[in-house]
């Protein structure tokens, strides 16, 4: 297969932060590789050197003459008041038939409404907007940055059967497995265990999963040879070794190479944990929140009517249903940030609009974007974030960080963090609120394996403490114990 591009080499640093260095790979004609690694690793950062949208700091990018790269970012960003139709033709390559290819496009990904304005749009129907934008480019190669992020099971199906049925190569930053199972034709991960910074294998992701452990085992035991060399180094140093002949000399700088080569073995693998001990304070009521007959339409659409729940502690409810359906809009609702057309919500048995204040003293909302400022560091936000609210001291807040795996980076600026890091600082700030109801909106998004998991750590340990958990999810598995959850879904009329 002819190669589309090469990377070479290729390092990163942000200030004093060497974000990854020494990165090699190609992506050749068909190619579809996905791309791992552990938030902050700098996935989305090697996307965009790739895609041409930052410069690398070493090595360099060989994109093929007359190969068209395209690319679907984290995050969608539309000029303001534009529609969907308006998007897709700024994007589209130029022809005669530039018109009927953009509705072509538009239909393709799902959209009924190709006037539809972007910023009516839920979080699914902008990322399927974003890739529409990127498909009418006809790239070569597609560039996706957590590109499952937002988009219902539906959504997700849809874009697994577009990639698969594809004419052109992609390379896709995921958390998400199934997508890669699915998806992929090679897997790389950018990780510090290895050597060179990653490790790539051909296949889908069980596949590379068995290379993986078994270039992890062979560190392992090459690891453990330069352990005794440096160990048998180190007991004919402390014999006297005399630095007399160049023999000796070249010997005794040998053992010193060797002890700074086992100690960066030793640095990359070494890694981090997270655990998860959080308990909810206060007396609590059977009943803690209720919703009756509460109802709320958006652009002329009812999104939802007549909801009706109530939940007591220990409970948990995820609120599923396709994208466009009004599952952020049902939980801003719920806490208050929505107004409801028609019907009563109730905290402890009064109506949340008696007393908003102390209604939103009892909850912590985690939307879509982490509630930080980007000129702070994590831990900075975190004693704004919660100190306004109580006294916080300085041992609870590294334990929160350290909870969370943010040690590392808690004292970094907040806009050098990847997207994964932002979400796990948020986390930490759910650990430290104390307060007994939670909501939730896609709290897995950008997490990786262990951030997810982590994530359903953190609700099993709030409800059962007592606390109260609703989550807008797209699958039953981002709360953890899908066996206890109560459901509920929302469908268009």
Not at 45 to 71: C, H, S, W, Y
Request: proline share 3%; charged share 25%.
């Amino acid at each position: 297969m002819p190669v589309l591009l090469t990377c070479e080499s290729i390092a990163k640093s942000f200030g004093s932060r060497n974000v990854f260095s020494g990165i090699s790979l190609s992506l050749h004609d068909g190619d579809h590789l996905g791309v791992i690694g552990p938030n902050g690793a700098g996935k989305s950062t090697f996307l965009q050197i790739v895609g041409g949208l930052m410069p690398a700091d070493e090595g360099n990018v060989a994109v093929r003459k007359g190969v068209r790269l395209a690319m679907v970012p984290q995050d969608s960003v539309f000029p303001a008041g534009a529609d969907a139709r308006e998007i897709v033709f700024a994007a589209a390559r130029e022809s005669e038939d530039k018109d009927l290819n953009v509705a072509k496009v538009l239909s393709r990904v799902g959209f009924e409404d190709h006037s539809a304005p972007a910023a009516t749009l839920s979080g699914g129907w902008r990322k399927r907007l974003s890739i529409a934008a990127a498909l009418a480019a006809e790239p070569d190669v597609l560039l996706l940055d957590e590109p499952t992020n937002h988009l219902d099971i539906e959504g997700i199906l849809w874009l697994e059967k577009l990639i698969g049925n594809s004419t052109f190569a992609s390379i896709f930053v995921t958390h998400d497995r199934y997508f890669l199972e699915n998806c992929s034709t090679r897997v790389a991960e950018i990780n510090r265990i290895w050597p060179q910074g990653i490790f790539a294998a051909p296949g889908n992701y069980s596949r590379f999963l068995e290379k993986r452990s078994e270039g992890l085992r062979a560190q392992a035991k090459e690891q453990e040879a330069l352990e005794n060399l440096v160990r048998r180094e180190i007991e004919w140093l402390r014999r006297g070794a005399k630095a007399r002949t160049s023999k000796s000399k070249a010997r005794i700088q040998d053992a010193m190479d060797l002890q700074q080569q086992l100690a960066d073995s030793t640095a990359r693998s070494r890694t981090g944990t997270a655990t998860i001990d959080f308990t909810a304070t206060g007396r609590l009521s059977k009943r803690l929140i209720a919703c009756e007959g509460i109802s709320k339409s958006m652009g002329g659409r009812a999104l939802f009517r007549d909801v009706n729940f109530a939940l007591g502690p220990g409970a948990r409810l995820g609120i599923l249903g396709a994208n466009g359906t009004g599952k952020t809009t049902l939980l801003r609702t719920a806490c208050g940030l929505a107004y409801a057309e028609g019907g009563e919500i109730t905290w402890r048995g009064q109506n949340i609009r008696e007393d908003m204040r102390a209604f939103h003293a009892q909850l912590a909302y985690l939307g879509h974007e982490p509630p930080l400022k980007s000129e702070l560091t994590a831990r900075e936000n975190l004693q704004y974030w919660v100190g306004v609210r109580r006294r916080l001291e300085r041992r609870e807040l590294d334990e929160a960080l350290d909870r969370v795996g943010a040690h590392q980076w808690a004292d970094r600026p907040v806009r050098t963090l990847s997207a994964g890091q932002k979400r796990r600082a948020a986390l930490a700030g759910l650990t430290l609120m104390r307060v007994p109801l939670w909501l939730l909106d896609e709290p897995t998004t950008n997490l990786d394996a262990a951030g997810q998991k982590l994530v359903g750590t953190l609700i099993d340990e709030h409800v059962q403490a007592g606390g109260v958990a609703l989550a807008a999810v797209h699958h039953e598995l981002a709360v953890s114990r899908p066996q206890s959850l109560r459901r509920m879904e929302l469908t268009f009329d």
